[in-house]
């Protein structure tokens, strides 16, 4: 199994910035993608951000946040974060960690964190 401490979400207005975290522990070894993913009420969870947990070269973002938002990981200290800059209302959303043993295909999720950004 794979824990998760997410942290960082908050209230902040439209232009501020936040920063995610995620730290991962547990049965990481077989883990090789984390991303973030989204989910605002009433619709279904997106993929925000995904990144490659070996190298950290191969990230992938969704359309709506590219250029605004970054992920990035921290081996050593076992976290991923996402960098949220120019943050828009129709960015609220829970988002939530997740770990998989492919890029792209989470096999694990935390709990989620909460971010409004109002207008």
């Known amino acids: 199994q794979v824990q998760f401490v997410e942290s960082g979400g908050d209230y902040v207005q439209a232009g501020g910035s936040l920063t995610l975290s995620c730290l991962v522990s547990g049965n990481t070894i077989s883990i090789n993608g984390m991303g973030w993913y989204r989910q605002a009420p009433g619709k279904q969870r997106e993929l925000v951000a995904s990144?490659?947990?070996?190298?950290?070269?191969?990230?992938n973002y969704a359309d709506s946040v590219r250029g605004r938002f970054t992920i990035s990981r921290d081996n050593a200290k076992n976290t991923v974060y996402l960098q949220m800059n120019s943050l828009k209302p129709e960015d609220t959303a829970v988002y939530y960690c997740?770990?998989?043993?492919?890029?792209?295909?989470?096999?694990?999720w935390g709990q989620g964190t909460q971010v409004t950004v109002s207008s």
């Open positions: 990144i490659s947990i070996r190298t950290g070269d191969i990230t």
């Open positions: 997740a770990a998989g043993w492919t890029i792209g295909s989470p096999n694990y």
